[in-house]
Structures are given as structure tokens and as C-alpha cells.
């Protein structure tokens, strides 16, 4: 308690009535000037009786906190504070009077005012001013509880003003629920293009903004309106809004709340239809004084999106006030507040950065091969070890479909060039590269240092390529971006000569690389080596930790860079790239997003290889149920009709127990179990995925990382489509955490007690055997 | 009996021929190593009996016989080659013919450019070799022998076919012959780019064969074009004919020309040698010259 102004106020406070009176006859003009200054605001006179407060004397100031400072002369003095002597009339303004004496007796125990502002002695001039604007909030409030005709709000004012203190310390935690109508536009319209997205973003903004402003109807007018609730709730969410939303706004002393950030969905229940019906009033009413391209906005679409929201509101099963909704999806979308990748960690250095960018992609793509070849005996060996996911493949399974799609044995022929019609398109390209027949090396000119002669050989090479193949582009202009040293270049060779390459410019501060010249020499054209650079490229990038490419595409090359993945939607802010990037009249700004746990080139093999695995599981299935049930014979018993279920085969085609078939009673039994689940107290470890930040080497160790909110998402994605899939899932935080950490850890124990859990619930819920 | 069947007789008849090949070979081997060892004989002895001079006689006889009848198989097995490639290639036309004229049917799915590319490489690397008899000199649409002047396509032949494009250039295609019409003497041909899918009608001489076979270069070297040489090629990875001149010709059968294509954008007027195959470098008829 080291507030001298709690101390101070705490004791004046109780006994309201008289000193509250005294001190609004005297020290202000507010309770008066209502009428005569009918365009300020409430919130304006307060602040502005407040900076004539602070404009007095200080003995003046020490008089008027002197009026609710408890008497200090002796213990035994009860006095709560000091009372004027000479009451000034009502009519003299106050600034004219002269401050009373520091020796002016109170009227009320005959101590000196001296006596009552003791304690205020050493106390800054800060603070007394701080302390003074307590009083005029104070007075204010009594004011209004003296104004105030609605008693339900007249009985919140009285409390407020009794309870002065407790609202100055209490602060709220509550979540920010009503912020999930900004997840509503990302729900309900994430499917838009950017710029509708952006308008349906700004009407919710705007509906928030009303909302923060809106004066709320007292619960006497909730109950005449609504007639069927007698608005307990209401009233508790009235007396809520009114103590930490409406009264702090003109009265700045007590901590102040938006609506939105401190009410939920309820509130919205209950207030919707009438400020709905409200705000379209008061914007017709106002059309004329909003910007013309405000006008369209709120006279067009701001009906709907109330409607849509309404669903929404009233809807039984929204996802989108749930506080941790998100939109996996659209994940870097986030309207708005775009989250920023961190700067990459690239060697600013061109000297370095050729010396060591040459023939390292080399090596990223050797080491990759290299990997490739080792992984699947190490997974073999640990996944001996793991208890098997439910309604996993069994790995013996698994890996005589891999010896059958692997075995040279079960190949045709000689290997040929030949490609299937449906081969990937970087193919060739990657088997050439195997073979050694094309190499792929990241060069760049250097100023500080000499160049090698080779490099500077293929630096010609490629301003030749791309001056060649890139006619309308000045060969000046290309050499001197070729040579620059803040230039690199990807470049494609064949037999020691350049026949192709991607000249870029990474931003690392930026967060993007910008894409200059991309060209492949015209008689080495359509073998996929484009994609194969690029894909080289993406690797590189995310080795060096730049996710986002962009380039301005000219109309030949869009349909190169869509299939490279490229998209005319852009999602790195234009603050971002404004200024830095090389900008093209005629040209299309083009971006693409990398994903940096995508080996990209290797991608069309490693899914052209999951498919035949997947192709040839199929298979064995598909032999393995194809089972001849004998006859239906009760017809000819005389039956006339029997339920489609009861033939024999027709529902346990996968085994039994029987899949749940109807998608919306599986979503609601996964959804409660993933809710029982998350409650459940050894569920803590697995709430969110695991921050780098805290296990460093995590995402090296664990290949398919997953967790409870991941899960969430995912469900309420419908991804859950089978209970398989979500069992699978439960069953990985499992051995997730067992891989990770040792067996006698409080994670593993949590994963045991976890684990036993939800089994139970799951054999509960009859989603498995029991 | 259907195509299949009969590619499996071919087959066959194919894995016959080449195990009767290898007898052969091991009986001209056991001759020809006779040969040598009579010679050896003949040369420690340091003398030209008439006893060694009928004997080798005898053997080389045998040995030419043995040859000549190796070289059967070898033709023999390469006959069978072209029929199972032809029969191939009738079953391709048929398909395309039934993928053409029948409504019911969806469209033919366009391959890639690379996936057609490839295909184009393949055909000229699979061009069979002419081998001649000796004495024999190669026939017409032999590498650069060109076709007789009363030669007309066959269906399913590639050519190469001046056509208009839209913008009234006048340009070389790779194109497929669909008909031949003898009255009006014109050819029906299709651009071999499945994207363009454009049928043509042209006459004689906006068509000009494509070689059949390669020439050896080590055997019929005449029939190869020659350094300097104006010819119309393939540009790689295109399906268009460009006027180039030849840089070298190919050295053995399974080498590609190295040309140099006219290419304003280049300061010397040509590009960088570049190679394309036999299969697809015909004469130029120097029509307009620049």
C-alpha cells in the first residue's frame, strides 16, 4: 500500500454523500456546463476541467486533496477529511478564489489544513497532479450517479464510486473472445481473393471499433425488448461493460477495456440484434456525411457480412471463438499482421560467398543422396522398436512393397532414356545429374577479391545465355547485373559449358530473394532442367533461410514459374519489397512460398515413389477382402425385404469394429474426445508444438512432430476423416515424446498416463475394440 | 492373329536366329582359328608348300561360307527387327486413326513437350543402320540419297513440310503423312507437335521424306551430307527445320551431324555448332536464297 492516494481517498470515500456535495459546489462547473458546451464530449470536459486542475497554485491543489485527506494531527482524530470553514457560493467560479491557508481550521475536527496534507509534503509535483486527477474522475462519478436516471445504472455508478480503489488496482485477464470476429473473416472468407479478403477484414474491424463505442442499452431496456430472460446475465455483462469499458473512457484513473477485448460471444448474443439494427440506422442516417468509397463499403456489403456473422453467432457449432482458432491454411496469410521471417543468416560478403557458393550446391544435392540411401534402415531399426501406430502398415509389410518397387530384378530391359508419358518433368534432368552429365553451382563476381577464371568464364557464359535467350532485355543492362557483386547466379553447366541459370538477388534483412534472369539455352530447352534449377535454387534458399521468391514474370515466362509454383498472390508485404526489387513495366510480380522441410529436388521422385507404394498396398488389400460371402437365401425362405446392412459384406469391408460413417458423428465423437483429452492433467507437455527454442535439435530428431492444438486444427479442418487418422495422430505425440526423451522422464510419464487415458476413452467410445 | 500375337512369334523367331548365330560364330571361330594356326605353321616351316596352299584355300572357303551364312542370320534378325517395328507402327497408326475419326472417343491426351521431345530423340537413335551387301550401294531416303521423284510418303511417315504459320511466315514442320491423293497429288499431313494439332494439305514439293535408314559413315560414306553443305535440320528440342550448314558429318553409325544453324542473332550469322541427328537433316532445295 504505498499509494498516498488510496491511503488518501480510501477513508473520504466511505461517507460519500456530504463531502461529495461539498467538493462539486465548489471545485468544478461540470455538474453546469453541460448544456452550455453541448458539442464536448464527456471525455473531453473531463480531461479538460482536469488540466485546469493542474494549472492551479499549489497551495490551491494541496486545499482541494486536502478535502478528502484524512486528519493526521493525533491518532485519535477520526476526521476524514478537511472541510472549508467558509464555504464559497456556488456561483463564484473557483479559479477567481484564493486558496485557503495552510493554518485555515477544519470546520469539521479544528485541525489545520496543514494537518490533513501532511503526507503530501515531499510528494512531486507529478504526483499531486496524478493525485488530483483522481479527484476530478471522483467527482465526475458523482456527478453522474447524481444524473443518472436509469436505477440499474445508477446502482453501478454508486458501487464504482464506493469501490473507487478496487477498480483502481483490479486488472482483468480475460481472454479476448470477441476478437473471433476477425477469425470470422478468416473462416468465412480466407477463400476470397486478397482484396475482398481485405474488405470483409476492414468491415469486421469496423464493427469492433463500433462495438468499443457503442453505448450499451441498460438491462431495463434488455428486458422490455427480450421479454423472455428476466437479463441476470445481461446485467452482470452491463455492470461489467459500464465499471472497465464505458466509465474509464471519461474517466481515466480506472484501468480501461475495449468491449471487444474483454466480452464474448454472450455479450454479442445478447446485444446483436439490437445494434445491429442500431448501426444500420445510424449509417443511413449518416450516409451523407461518409467518404464516398466508405459509403459502398458500408451500405453494400456491411448488411451481409452482419447477416454472415449472425450464422456465426447464433450458429451452434462456429470454430471461430474458440481462442485458439486459427487457419492453418492460410497460415502467412494473416491479414495484416504478417509475421516476419527472421533474417536469414547470409554472408554479406560476395568474396566469401563465391568462394564457398561455388560447388556447394554440389554437395547439399550429394549429401542428400546420400541420406536418402541411408534412411530407411535407420527407420527399419527404430520403427522395430515403436509401438505401432493403430491401423498402421505393418513394417515387414512395408518393406517388401519397397523390395518389389525397388528390385532391378522386376525392371524391363536395359535402363533406356525412354521416359513414360507421365514421367516427372525434372526427370532427365535429376538423372543426368547423377550421372554427372550436368552440374549446377552458385556463382557470383567479386570486387575485393580476384576471381577464378573459370567462374569468371561462366559469368560470361550466362550474360551470353541470357542475353540470347532474353532478346528484349539490353545485354548491357544484363552484364552489369550478371557481374555485380550483390548478384548471384544458379548456374546450369554441361560438358564445362553454361547452358542455362537463374541470376537472383537475395534480400536477407528482407525476408525474400528476388529473381532476375532465369534461362535455359534454346537447344537444351523442355528437358526439365528450369524446374531442376529451381528447385536447386529453393534448396539453396532454405540452406540459407530466405523463404519467399519474387520476381517480375513477362508474359512468356508466367506459365514457367506457376509450374515452379509460383503465384500471382503475393503475401510478403509490399512495405517489404517496395524499393528493393528490380520493378518491370509490363511485368507481373510472381511469388513463391518455400517450404523448408521440402527436399524439393527430390519431391517428384519421393511422390511418385509414395504412390507406387501406396498403389501396391492397395493391391494387397484389395486381394486380401476380395472374400465370396455364398448367397442370400432367406428370399426364398419368403423374406421379403432385408436392411442393406445385413448382407454380409457390406459393412465390414476394412474389418471391424465398424467405421463410423456419417462424417458430422465422427467430427462430434473426435471432438469430444480431443477436448476430454486436452483437459486431462498430464496433457500439459503435448498442448503445442515444441519450440525450437526449447529443443533445439527436436525437429532433426522427431521426422513427423506433432501435437494437441495441431490437432485441433486439423480436425476442425475435417482432416480427420477416418477415427484412423486420429488415432494415428494420438498415437504419435506418444511415441513422439518416447523417441525424444528418456523412458523415466515427466514427459514420458505424462505420455504413459496420457496414453492409458485415451485408450480407455477410445475403447469407451466404441471407437475401438474393446 | 493379332498384332501381339505375332510380335510374340517375332519374338520367337528372333531368340532362334540369335542362339543359331552363336553356333555359327563358334563353328567360324573353330575354322578361323585353324586358319591362323596354319599360317603359323606355314611361317616357322618358312616355306609355301602346295599341301598348306590347298589347305588353306579349303578353309578359307569354309570360313567365307561360314561368314556369309552368319551374316544371313544377322539380316535375317534384322528383318524381323523391321517387322515387329513396322507392326508397331501400324498398330500406332491405327490407334491414332481410331483416336481420330471415332466421335465416342475423349480426345488424345497431349504428352508433355519434354515426354515428345524424348520421343523424337528415340526415333532417330532406333533409325536402323543400312548395311549393304558388298557391292550394293545404298537406296533411296539412305541417309543423304535422297527419294526418287515419283516417291510418294507412306502413312505414318515423317516428313518435313512447309507450312504457313498464322502470321504468313513461311516454315519448315516435322509433320506425319495422314494421305496422299493421287489425283490431286497432294499430301494430308499432321504437325507432329500434338499442341498445334493441325492438319495440313500440301502439295509434292512442300514435303520432303525423311532418311529411313543412316548411312555408315564407315562404309557408305556417300551417302552422308558433306562439311559446308546446305541442309534444312532439326533445331534440338523443337519440331521445326532450319537452313544450316553442315560442320561435320558423323564419323561412325551411331554419331550425330554437327551443324550450324542461320541465326541473325548470332554477330557471324550462324549459331554454335550444334547436333542433331541423321533422321532429321534433309537436302535443302535452295529455293530462296538469302
Known amino acids: 500500500m504505498s499509494d498516498p492516494a488510496a491511503q488518501a481517498l480510501q477513508p473520504r470515500l466511505l461517507q460519500t454523500q456530504p463531502a461529495g456535495s461539498s ?14 458546451r453541448p458539442g464536448l464530449s464527456q471525455q473531453q470536459r473531463a480531461s479538460q476541467k482536469k488540466a485546469q486542475v493542474r494549472a492551479f497554485p499549489r497551495a490551491k491543489k494541496l486545499e482541494k486533496l486536502g478535502v478528502f485527506s484524512a486528519c493526521k494531527a493525533s491518532d485519535t482524530c477520526k476526521c476524514n477529511g478537511w472541510k472549508n470553514p467558509n464555504p464559497p457560493s456556488a456561483t463564484r467560479m473557483d479559479l477567481q478564489q484564493q486558496a485557503a491557508s495552510l493554518s485555515e481550521p477544519c470546520r469539521s475536527c479544528g485541525h489545520a489544513l496543514a494537518d490533513h496534507v501532511s503526507h503530501l509534503e515531499n510528494v512531486s509535483e507529478d504526483e499531486i497532479n496524478r493525485l488530483l486527477g483522481m479527484v476530478v474522475d471522483v467527482e465526475n462519478l458523482f456527478m453522474s450517479v447524481h444524473k443518472e436516471e436509469d436505477t440499474d445504472t445508477k446502482q453501478v455508478y454508486f458501487y464504482l464510486l464506493c469501490n473507487f480503489c478496487f477498480f483502481l488496482r483490479t486488472s482483468l485477464s480475460w481472454r479476448a473472445p470477441l476478437e473471433g470476429v476477425l477469425n470470422f473473416v478468416q473462416y468465412k472468407f480466407s477463400h476470397l481473393a ?33 421479454q423472455k430472460d428476466d437479463g441476470t446475465a445481461y446485467k452482470v455483462d452491463y455492470t461489467r461493460w459500464l465499471c472497465y469499458c464505458h466509465v474509464p473512457q471519461s474517466n481515466d484513473s ?23 439494427r442500431q448501426l444500420l440506422e445510424k449509417f443511413r442516417v449518416e450516409k451523407d456525411k461518409l467518404l464516398p468509397e466508405k459509403r459502398t463499403l458500408i451500405l453494400t456489403h456491411f448488411p451481409k457480412f452482419l447477416s454472415m456473422l449472425e450464422e456465426e453467432i447464433y450458429g451452434e457449432n462456429s470454430p471461430i471463438w474458440e481462442a485458439d482458432f486459427t487457419m492453418p491454411a492460410s497460415d502467412g496469410t494473416q491479414l495484416g499482421h504478417q509475421t516476419v521471417i527472421s533474417p536469414a543468416s547470409v554472408s554479406g560478403s560476395p568474396a566469401l560467398s563465391k568462394k564457398s557458393g561455388a560447388g556447394c550446391l554440389k554437395s547439399v544435392s550429394s549429401s542428400l543422396t546420400g541420406e536418402k540411401r541411408k534412411l530407411p534402415e535407420a527407420v527399419t531399426l527404430e520403427d522395430a522398436k515403436r509401438i505401432r501406430v493403430m491401423g498402421d502398415i505393418p513394417m515387414e509389410l512395408v518393406n517388401e512393397v519397397m523390395m518389389t518397387i525397388t528390385d532391378p530384378a522386376a525392371m524391363l530391359g536395359p535402363e533406356t532414356n525412354l521416359l513414360t508419358p507421365n514421367a516427372a518433368r525434372d526427370e532427365t534432368a535429376r538423372l543426368e545429374e547423377r550421372r554427372g552429365i550436368i552440374e549446377f553451382h552458385v556463382i557470383g563476381n567479386s570486387l575485393s577479391q580476384k576471381s577464378n577464371k573459370k567462374i569468371l568464364m561462366w559469368l560470361v557464359g550466362l550474360q551470353n545465355v541470357f542475353s540470347h535467350q532474353l532478346p528484349r532485355m539490353p545485354k548491357e543492362y544484363i552484364t552489369r547485373l550478371v557481374f555485380d557483386p550483390k548478384h548471384k547466379t544458379l548456374a546450369l553447366i554441361k560438358d564445362g559449358r553454361v547452358i542455362g541459370g537463374i541470376c537472383f538477388r537475395m534480400f536477407p534483412t528482407q525476408g525474400f530473394t528476388e529473381i532476375v534472369f532465369c534461362a535455359v539455352t534454346s537447344n537444351e530447352q523442355v528437358k526439365g532442367y528450369g524446374t531442376h534449377l529451381m528447385n536447386h535454387l529453393k534448396e539453396y534458399h532454405i ?37 528493393y526489387i528490380k520493378d518491370y513495366e509490363g511485368a507481373t510480380l510472381m511469388e513463391c512460398e518455400l517450404n523448408p522441410r521440402i527436399p524439393y529436388t527430390e519431391l517428384s521422385h519421393i511422390i511418385k515413389r509414395q504412390k507406387e507404394i501406396i498403389k501396391k498396398l492397395i493391391e494387397r488389400k484389395q486381394s486380401q477382402i476380395r472374400k465370396v460371402y455364398p448367397g442370400l437365401t432367406c428370399f426364398k425362405e419368403g423374406v421379403r425385404q432385408i436392411p442393406v446392412e445385413s448382407i454380409p459384406g457390406i459393412r465390414e469391408p476394412a474389418g471391424s469394429p465398424a467405421e463410423v460413417k456419417d462424417p458430422d458423428v465422427l467430427y462430434n465423437m473426435l471432438k469430444n474426445l480431443l477436448a476430454q483429452i486436452k483437459t486431462h492433467p498430464d496433457a500439459w507437455p503435448f498442448m503445442e508444438p515444441v519450440k525450437k527454442s526449447e529443443a533445439p535439435d527436436y525437429y532433426e530428431i522427431i521426422r513427423f512432430p506433432i501435437d494437441l492444438k495441431t490437432m485441433t486444427e486439423r480436425l476442425k479442418n475435417r482432416y480427420y476423416v477416418t477415427k484412423k487418422l486420429f488415432i494415428a495422430d494420438l498415437q504419435r505425440i506418444i511415441t513422439n515424446c518416447r523417441e525424444y526423451n528418456p523412458p523415466d522422464s515427466e514427459y514420458c510419464k505424462c505420455a504413459n498416463t496420457l496414453e492409458k487415458f485415451f485408450y480407455f476413452k477410445l475403447k469407451d467410445g466404441g471407437l475401438i475394440e474393446k | 492373329m493379332s498384332a501381339d500375337t505375332k510380335i510374340a512369334e517375332l519374338l520367337t523367331e528372333m531368340h532362334q536366329l540369335i542362339k543359331q548365330t552363336q553356333e555359327e560364330r563358334s563353328r567360324s571361330e573353330h575354322n578361323l582359328l585353324n586358319i591362323q594356326k596354319t599360317h603359323e605353321r606355314m611361317q616357322t616351316e618358312n616355306k609355301t608348300s602346295p599341301y598348306y596352299r590347298t589347305k588353306l584355300r579349303g578353309l578359307y572357303t569354309t570360313a567365307k561360307a561360314d561368314a556369309e551364312a552368319e551374316c544371313s542370320i544377322l539380316r535375317h534378325s534384322l528383318d524381323k527387327i523391321a517387322e515387329i517395328k513396322s507392326l508397331l507402327e501400324e498398330r500406332r497408326i491405327a490407334a491414332k486413326m481410331a483416336g481420330v475419326y471415332s466421335d465416342s472417343d475423349p480426345p488424345r491426351k497431349t504428352m508433355r513437350r519434354g515426354v515428345l521431345m524424348t520421343l523424337l530423340q528415340q526415333s532417330a537413335m532406333t533409325l536402323p543402320l543400312w548395311i549393304g551387301k558388298p557391292g550394293e550401294s545404298p537406296p533411296p531416303l539412305c541417309g543423304a540419297t535422297p527419294a526418287s521423284s515419283d516417291y510418294v510418303a507412306k502413312q505414318g511417315d515423317k516428313v518435313a513440310a512447309r507450312v504457313k504459320a498464322v502470321d504468313g511466315d513461311e516454315q519448315w514442320i516435322l509433320a506425319e503423312v495422314v494421305s496422299y491423293n493421287h489425283s490431286t497429288n497432294k499430301y494430308e499431313v499432321d504437325d507432329i507437335d500434338e499442341e498445334g494439332k493441325e492438319r495440313h494439305t500440301l502439295s509434292r514439293r512442300r514435303i520432303i521424306p525423311l532418311p529411313q535408314w543412316k548411312a555408315n559413315p564407315e562404309t557408305d560414306p556417300e551417302a552422308l551430307f558433306s562439311k559446308d553443305q546446305l541442309v534444312l535440320a532439326l533445331y534440338p528440342q523443337t519440331t521445326c527445320f532450319y537452313r544450316a550448314l553442315i560442320h561435320t558429318p558423323p564419323h561412325r553409325p551411331q554419331d550425330d551431324y554437327s551443324v550450324l544453324f542461320e541465326d541473325t542473332s548470332y554477330a557471324d550469322g550462324y549459331s554454335p555448332p550444334l547436333n542433331v541427328a541423321q533422321r532429321y537433316v534433309v537436302a535443302c532445295k535452295e529455293n530462296k536464297k538469302k
Open chain 1, 23 to 36: 467538493t462539486a459546489a465548489t471545485g468544478s462547473g461540470t455538474g453546469t456546463s453541460d448544456p452550455a
Open chain 1, 194 to 226: 486478397p482484396k475482398e479478403r481485405q474488405t470483409m477484414f476492414e468491415l469486421s474491424k469496423m464493427f469492433l471499433l463500433c462495438l468499443n463505442y457503442w453505448k450499451l442499452e441498460t438491462p431495463t431496456q434488455y428486458r422490455q425488448r427480450t
Open chain 1, 254 to 276: 480506472l484501468p480501461r477495456y475495449e468491449t471487444t477485448q474483454v466480452f464474448g460471444r454472450n455479450l454479442l448474443k445478447s446485444i446483436f440484434t439490437v445494434t445491429r
Open chain 1, 543 to 579: 540452406k540459407h533461410n530466405i523463404l519467399y521468391f519474387l520476381t517480375y514474370a513477362d508474359e512468356y515466362a508466367i506459365g514457367y514459374f506457376k509450374k515452379q509454383g509460383f503465384s500471382k498472390d503475393i503475401k510478403v508485404p509490399k512495405s517489404r519489397y517496395l524499393g
